[in-house]
């Protein structure tokens, strides 16, 4: 069946400029994560979508990140006035959270670099 | 609290050795473990998940886990390493129940050498 899905697959963009970065999940997955992966660094989280709940959103570095989940289904993360420093690869990912399964499934993956 | 160490970031084995990748972590709850791997320019793959049925979980590519909870440990291991495992390995918690809280290690690079 189909996995989690992420557009576009690269993105460059001028510093300043905002950005959006949209995930689909995989069909029936309640719960809907963002993370950021910078060079040689490991996974930070960004924000986690349960259902009707309202997001965690803990692991956002600044105001100008932001996430809706549209319909419990599609996700965009947004970048306002981008900074070189958000240049990373920006992962999402979905599970069966709440009904006994905890594992996630990744997308590919966002690249995203700011000149 | 919750975290995960994976003690070494990078683990250089010989090809047909074993790997061992280690991970403690800390948990105020019953935690679900799962490793993690990711291929150079691939997307992040389930290798296996310990969720509180057996201690011993087998997974993908002959890889295994075991957990120990006195240890607070969840170590990979593999018993013969080949070229196709050279990749960077996570060890996650995910907090059990309820309100779910993500915690990755920050990973471990592994090579496998000829």
């Known amino acids: 069946g189909a996995g989690v899905s992420q557009s576009p697959s690269n993105k460059v963009t001028e510093k300043g400029k905002d950005v959006e970065l949209r995930c689909d999940p995989i069909s029936g997955h309640t719960a809907l994560y963002w993370y950021r992966q910078s060079l040689g660094q490991g996974l930070e989280f960004l924000i986690y979508?349960?259902?009707?709940?309202?997001?965690?959103k803990s692991g956002l570095p600044s105001d100008r990140f932001s996430a809706e989940r549209t319909g419990g289904s599609v996700s965009t993360l947004t970048i306002q006035r981008t900074q070189q420093e958000d240049s990373a690869v920006y992962l999402c990912?979905?599970?069966?959270?709440?009904?006994?399964?905890?594992?996630?499934?990744f997308g590919p993956g966002t690249r995203l670099t700011v000149t | 609290a919750q975290s995960v160490t994976q003690l070494d970031s990078h683990v250089s084995v010989s090809e047909g050795t074993p790997v061992l990748l280690r991970c403690n972590y800390s948990?105020?709850?019953?935690?679900?473990l799962f490793w993690y791997v990711q291929h150079p320019n691939k997307g992040l793959q389930l290798l296996l998940k310990?969720?509180?049925?057996?201690?011993l979980v087998k997974g993908i590519n002959g890889f295994e886990a075991e957990f120990k909870k006195s240890e607070t440990s969840f170590h990979l291991t593999k018993p013969s390493a080949h070229m196709s495992d050279a990749a960077e390995y996570f060890c996650?918690?995910?907090?059990?129940?309820?309100?779910?809280?993500?915690?990755f290690g920050i990973g471990t690079k592994l090579q496998v050498i000829p």
């Open positions: 948990s105020s709850y019953s935690p679900s």
């Open positions: 310990y969720t509180s049925a057996a201690t």
């Open positions: 996650v918690v995910i907090r059990s129940g309820g309100y779910q809280k993500v915690t």
């Open positions: 979508f349960q259902g009707n709940s309202a997001p965690d």
């Open positions: 990912a979905s599970s069966l959270a709440g009904q006994g399964t905890y594992e996630q499934y």
